[in-house]
């Protein structure tokens, strides 16, 4: 189950450098994202066996006018409303002014899921001012230097305590599915037309977050569990703010997900942020079905379908083995087939590739097409075994782990596409030494 964390404060406190140290503490990062709104910042942490998502806000300016101002105002109270923590950052060296007062008095109707943190403290006189801030009425407070790193690995055990155990969510063998994208592209209308067109084999499933929806799919001899993220608010006018909101519903969805559905508008292709939430889906190794919604507004000719997979394609590179599904919702076309897709790209996610079978297609493929030299010396593959499934991990043996060039670990995932159909899968390639 996801969790997440958003640092929050004024301008120039230290937030962006609190992000940057906890995320560079450990070799464990997973991911770092580039955020959709003037590079906003998601990054999935791992401290003490547990995993976060840690996102970083800009500057709050209560009373500010300033259309820029504004709209960093509205993202942080959106990731003050959808984060499971908060991380209130203030700066010892300036006290607590009116805008520090009035952030304070926000978050304060939500303190228990706040901790105070008071930067800069890189000193014992710095540490001794810092203890004004306790009249904020925060009990979780602690003192760091995110310049330094002082303090900061006793702020992340206390993230980690307050994350569930990994066993503590509900757990079902059949396949969950998100629908994730874009605020109008239609996520609500596919909900309703697969839940209203059986309702009665359709139930809501307990133990579930606060945002996400789990609705259990029973019908026409297919069966999972649909995670739906369609419900997005408008905080604003501001398209940004838009794309801020809809990019945190989708890292809940997605990490809880085995497939996703990225809808997107068919008469825009894929946009700058789809393809934002497409790396999240690669990155966190889910099954992926691009859903082309609103086919029937597109203008026809001869060609259109084809032409319009291929910009498609051409967008998502170099993912490109992806099922793409053109449909219409409000006209209920090609429903079936999207289902269809899912599972299919579900049962792939799961798929163990016998050992033998896997060695003779690969070894046979490497000869064939060897690695270029490295110092004049060869480099050679021995075997190559799968070593999980769900999300499908490779390891390859080899002289040389350390010198496989990029292009050519690209070649052997193509060649696992191509003789063992991983369509709609991210594959991880391993290399280690014989």
Not at 12 to 23: A, C, D, M, T
Not at 254 to 263: G, K
Request: glycine letters at 6%; aromatic letters at 8%.
């Amino acid at each position: 189950m996801s969790y997440t964390v958003a640092i929050v404060g004024m301008p120039n406190v230290g937030k962006s450098s609190l992000f940057n140290r906890l995320i560079g503490r450990r070799e464990a990062i997973v991911d770092d994202v580039a955020g959709v709104t003037r590079d906003r910042i998601y990054g999935e942490v791992e401290w003490n066996g547990k995993t976060f998502t840690l996102i970083d806000t800009g500057g709050f300016v209560p009373r500010s006018d300033a259309v820029m101002e504004r709209a960093v105002r509205q993202q942080v109270q959106i990731a003050m409303e959808e984060a499971a923590l908060i991380l209130f950052v203030v700066d010892v060296t300036t006290g607590i002014t009116a805008d520090v007062e009035e952030l304070a008095a926000l978050l304060r109707m939500q303190a228990q899921k706040v901790i105070l943190v008071v930067n800069k403290t890189d000193n014992s006189a710095r540490l001794r001012e810092g203890v004004e801030f306790y009249r904020l009425g925060f009990a979780a407070t602690h003192f760091v230097s995110a310049a330094s790193g002082s303090g900061t690995g006793d702020l992340l055990d206390a993230i980690t305590e307050r994350i569930p155990a990994k066993g503590s969510a509900p757990l079902t063998a059949l396949p969950c599915v998100a629908i994730v994208g874009q605020p109008n592209v239609g996520k609500s209308s596919l909900l309703n037309v697969l839940l209203g067109e059986e309702r009665a084999v359709v139930t809501e499933v307990a133990g579930t977050t606060r945002d996400v929806l789990r609705c259990h799919y029973k019908k026409f001899n297919r069966e999972f569990i649909l995670l739906d993220t369609a419900g997005l608010r408008k905080k604003s006018k501001v398209h940004e703010d838009l794309e801020f909101y809809s990019v945190i519903r989708a890292i809940k969805a997605i990490d809880q997900a085995d497939v996703c559905i990225l809808m997107i508008d068919a008469r825009y292709s894929v946009q700058k942020q789809d393809l934002h939430i497409l790396s999240l889906i690669e990155r966190k190794r889910k099954g992926v079905v691009i859903a082309a919604n609103k086919w029937d507004l597109v203008p026809r000719h001869t060609h259109t379908l084809k032409d319009a997979e291929a910009e498609i394609r051409r967008r998502l590179a170099p993912f490109t083995d992806v099922p793409v599904v053109f449909l219409s919702v409000l006209e209920k076309q090609r429903l079936h087939k999207l289902l269809d897709a899912v599972l299919k790209v579900y049962t792939n996610r799961n798929k163990q590739v016998d050992a033998g079978l896997l060695n003779e297609k690969m070894m046979a493929a490497v000869q064939l097409h060897p690695h270029p030299a490295v110092r004049g010396r060869p480099l050679l593959f021995y075997r190559v075994e799968q070593k999980r499934s769900n999300p499908p991990v490779f390891q390859f043996v080899t002289n040389k782990p350390d010198d496989v060039q990029s292009h050519y670990r690209s070649w052997l995932e193509h060649r696992l596409r191509e003789y063992f159909d991983f369509q709609g899968v991210p594959l991880k390639l391993q290399f280690v030494k014989k």
